[in-house]
């Protein structure tokens, strides 16, 4: 664990499952046939330390902005002392309205427009079948085989679901029932910022390991609990295995799961109800969660979103629940590296013929 976790080289510094203005700017590039950009290295430490202090930070910044518009333009927590349709809605409305920009853009790279469409990026799609038209032509929001729409449908559910959590704790802060940071910044006030900076920062990490802990709870167990069975098993059988009909994962299959899983998905902003923090720091925590899996869902490699390993726990479903920043799959032996899966299927097939 320690040789593959630590000494092993790391391909790619910033392994986050999102998107940035480096991945459009290389998709257009490599659609004209220039070859991506490989990443920097710094060695195989100085990968592992740029990963885990600045890289795996540096890698959500769409989050964070997304998280500072919010804030700043659509967070009236003046009102949110009483239930008002004005104000929530004004919540909801923002949200929705980044949830259609954000995913109807990077789907639109990734299977709409020509850079799409491109032979360099059909070459670099993980499975060559394309699940919304057999005919390669995709459109918005509705697709021949109804996966689309499913999806589309799905992922809005999960928008409302965290819009509503975010309602919630706007209202409980507004009424004084949760203690919060009002301000960011405090000059000359030290320990308040470094805790209001630090509990930020903390977002990323634990998102990684409760989404690991969240997801593998949601897939057999192996093991019966005495007098009620595999929880997990009837979890995947009635809630998770909807996630998986995206077997073939594009933009909108991120959140496209059932209501249940959504509010287990989203448990991970309720760390804001148990340490008094700025409302910055639950917000980061649910659009770190809401737009995250956009990019790391869109079942293509570099230059795109390069989730190859969560691709591979969508069409093999029992390995790689996690993501390798909380590399808990490698220390439980689940973990699959999909450039020796490949290798290793492409020899089975050869031997074969």
């Known amino acids: 664990f320690f040789y593959s976790c630590c000494l092993t080289p790391c391909a790619n510094p910033v392994a986050s499952m999102t998107y940035k203005i480096s991945n459009v700017l290389n998709i257009i590039s490599v659609s004209k046939g220039t070859p991506a950009p490989t990443a920097q290295s710094y060695g195989v430490w100085g990968d592992r330390l740029y990963r885990y202090t600045i890289g795996c930070h540096y890698g959500h910044y769409l989050e964070f902005l997304v998280t500072l518009i919010c804030y700043n333009f659509a967070f009236p927590i003046h009102k949110a002392h009483q239930i008002e349709a004005g104000w929530i809605l004004e919540v909801i409305g923002f949200n929705i309205a980044v949830e259609l920009v954000l995913c109807n853009f990077w789907h639109w790279m990734t299977y709409v427009s020509p850079y799409a469409r491109s ?87 634990w998102r990684e390991f409760h989404f690991y802990w969240c997801h593998r709870m949601i897939h057999p167990w192996r093991w019966e609990v005495p007098g009620i069975g595999d929880i997990g098993k009837f979890m995947y059988k009635h809630f998770h295995s909807l996630h998986h009909k995206s077997y073939n994962p594009g933009p909108w299959s991120g959140l496209s799961m059932h209501p249940v899983e959504h509010f287990f998905y989203y448990s991970c902003t309720w760390v804001a109800a148990l340490i008094k923090c700025h409302p910055i720091m639950f917000l980061y925590a649910k659009f770190h969660a809401d737009i995250a899996p956009i990019g790391g869902h869109d079942g293509h490699q570099d230059p795109a979103g390069n989730g190859d390993f969560h691709y591979l726990h969508h069409a093999k479903f029992e390995c790689n629940y996690g993501v390798p920043l909380i590399d808990f799959d490698r220390l439980f032996g689940t973990w699959v590296d999909y450039a020796e899966n490949k290798a290793a299927k492409e020899a089975k097939q050869n031997k074969s013929k």
């Open 119 to 205: 032979e360099p990026m059909k070459e670099r799609k993980f499975n060559q079948e394309n699940q919304y038209e057999p005919s390669g032509v995709v459109g918005f929001l509705w697709s021949s085989t109804g996966n689309l729409q499913r999806e589309v449908l799905f992922t809005t559910l999960g928008w409302l679901q965290s819009s509503a959590l975010q309602c919630l704790f706007m209202h409980l802060w507004a009424t004084g029932r949760l203690p919060y940071h009002d301000v960011f910044f405090k000059s000359g006030d030290m320990k308040h910022n470094l805790s209001v900076i630090g509990s930020v920062l903390f977002i990323t990490y």
